[in-house]
């Protein structure tokens, strides 16, 4: 029994496991989820502090690691078969540490494909929120989560946490021991996550594809859905099924 809260939707032969960013919940998926329902299956899960999960305790509960603990359970508990994973924002992130526990843990699952967008490699290297007191901190996540346009948000709480949690992390090293068929997705106008970030996720990766949608920012899941949509239904028209 965990207190972990997932939504599984659609009906299509695809499993996608999406992973949402900092700020978000799951619903930063929905419309990609609605337009692929009968192309894809995807299973949202929330992190602590995000819809019905249970609140983190401390903001070690907000790690990386933690987020990943949470990703492996609901793999183990709703996936069977071949699955893509998907995450956008923090959620490459938390992709790329399950990737490296998979490493030093052989027997967990493995997705067949990796799907990152608006993602980095280095979020050491990027600006969410400057060093601030925890009161100027708090107001910063308010006005970011209002520009981000967030059909759902987390605690703020929560999101200050987790980014005392991240914000000095560098996984460029665990990039050339991705083995899995990639897709990375960024818009060029990210102000958030500047597309060298997101070149610098496919450059490390081997063989990966970089899809580049000119003029879309941070996020792309909404602003450009349709076309996203487009480009997965054609990707996996014949993969996975």
């Not at 972990?4 to 619903?27: C, F, N, S, W």
């Not at 305790?57 to 907000?62: L, M």
């Not at 790690?63 to 793999?75: N, P």
Request: proline share 7%; aromatic share 4%.
């Amino acid at each position: 029994m965990t207190d972990d809260d997932v939504l599984i939707t659609g009906r299509g032969p695809v499993t996608v496991v999406a992973m949402h960013g900092i700020q978000g919940t799951r619903g930063a998926w929905m419309p990609l989820a609605e337009l692929l329902d009968d192309r894809c299956t995807f299973v949202l899960p929330n992190l602590p502090g995000r819809g019905k999960a249970m609140p983190p305790a401390d903001p070690q509960a907000c790690s990386l690691e933690a987020c990943a603990e949470v990703l492996r359970r609901t793999l183990c508990t709703c996936v069977r078969g071949p699955f893509v994973l998907a995450g956008w924002s923090m959620g490459v992130s938390v992709a790329l540490a399950y990737l490296a526990g998979v490493r030093k843990h052989p027997g967990q699952p493995v997705p067949a494909e990796l799907l990152l967008v608006s993602g980095t490699p280095q979020l050491n290297a990027v600006q969410w929120f400057a060093p601030a007191p925890p009161g100027a901190l708090l107001a910063a996540i308010a006005m970011r989560e209002r520009r981000l346009g967030l059909r759902e948000a987390a605690d703020h709480r929560t999101v200050a946490w987790t980014w005392q949690s991240i914000r000095h992390t560098d996984q460029r090293g665990t990039l050339g021991q991705v083995r899995c068929r990639t897709l990375v997705i960024h818009g060029s106008d990210d102000q958030d996550c500047p597309l060298a970030h997101g070149e610098r996720l496919a450059n490390g990766i081997a063989d990966a594809e970089l899809l580049v949608l000119h003029g879309a920012g941070h996020g792309v899941l909404t602003q450009r859905t349709p076309e996203i949509a487009s480009h997965l239904r054609a990707r996996w028209r014949a993969q996975l099924a």
